[in-house]
């Protein structure tokens, strides 16, 4: 299953289908803004899969499916600590017909946030890269930890901010290169109402010790949609957008699609 079709097939069926669900019950409008929040108190189970296009001379393509839930506590009166963990699953090109597949490196991340703010949304805390890849080529065997960092303001039906961490590796294979790399995240998001919206966000991946190019820069445009699944809210998002950075023979472009399971409380 080389490029996992069959999940990119039940992500664009989910989606046409959601476009025939209206939500009930349910402030959508509210919802929507809670997912574009990174350190809200919804909990919620996102599934992203990520199409890369153009790679090298044979023209291939890469996949990413993250696991990323968000999982929020009240850790006093005043702080919240919101846990988000990235596990991917990657199918990546080579030189030959052959491909690099496995579940990659799991990133955890803390943000501790105070439980009520006015004007800006704020969140700090450690990021954790974890070596969980099952193929050592499609991960770094490195432990590595760092700061990370969110902020973000919600005036009206826009939703604008920045996300981003820095880590260095503290442990790991010694024949394998240090983890140095930072990733940085501006988002911008206009809602319209019923649980429609549309926006952009550019996933800077900067290696800063690489010699193959240091930067890996999507900028993607997407359109999100909440539903109802049965008595669940899901939030559908699909999309699409160019690389403003890439490494020598890296992608040229990026397909997104996304189906977000949303808990509220």
């Known amino acids: 299953m080389a490029t996992y079709r069959p999940a990119f ?14 939500a009930q019950d349910v402030d959508t409008d509210e919802l929507t803004r809670q997912t574009q929040n990174p350190i809200s108190s919804l909990i919620s189970v996102p599934f992203q899969g990520n199409w890369d296009f153009g790679i090298g001379d044979r023209d291939s393509s890469a996949t990413l499916l993250n696991f990323q839930p968000v999982m929020p506590f009240a850790a006093s009166p005043s702080t919240n600590v919101i846990l988000r963990v990235i596990i991917p699953l990657m199918s990546q090109p080579t030189t030959t017909e052959q491909r690099n597949n496995g579940i990659g490196d799991t990133l955890a991340t803390a943000f501790f946030s105070p439980s009520k703010s006015s004007g800006t949304i704020w969140g700090a805390g450690p990021a954790v890269l974890i070596p969980t890849a099952t193929n050592a080529l499609v991960g770094s065997e490195k432990l590595a930890f760092g700061p990370s960092i969110v902020f973000l303001k919600q005036p009206g039906n826009i939703t604008y901010g920045f996300l981003g961490n820095q880590i260095w590796s503290v442990d790991g294979a010694k024949d394998r290169e240090a983890v140095n790399q930072a ?10 109402g019923n649980g429609l919206s549309g926006g952009l966000t550019m996933e800077a991946t900067v290696k800063w010790e690489a010699s193959n190019g240091k930067a890996t820069a999507p900028l993607i445009f997407v359109i999100n949609k909440i539903a109802m699944l049965g008595k669940r809210p899901v939030n559908f998002q699909i999309g699409a957008g160019p690389m403003l950075a890439s490494p020598d023979g890296g992608p040229k472009w990026r397909f997104r699609a996304a189906a977000n399971f949303l808990y509220p409380r």
Do not use: K, R, W
Request: hydrophobic share 65%; net charge neutral.
């Open 183 to 192: 990733f940085l995240q501006p988002f911008f998001n206009y809602n319209m």
């Open 9 to 22: 097939l039940v992500m664009v069926l989910i989606l046409t289908l959601s476009t025939l669900a209206a």
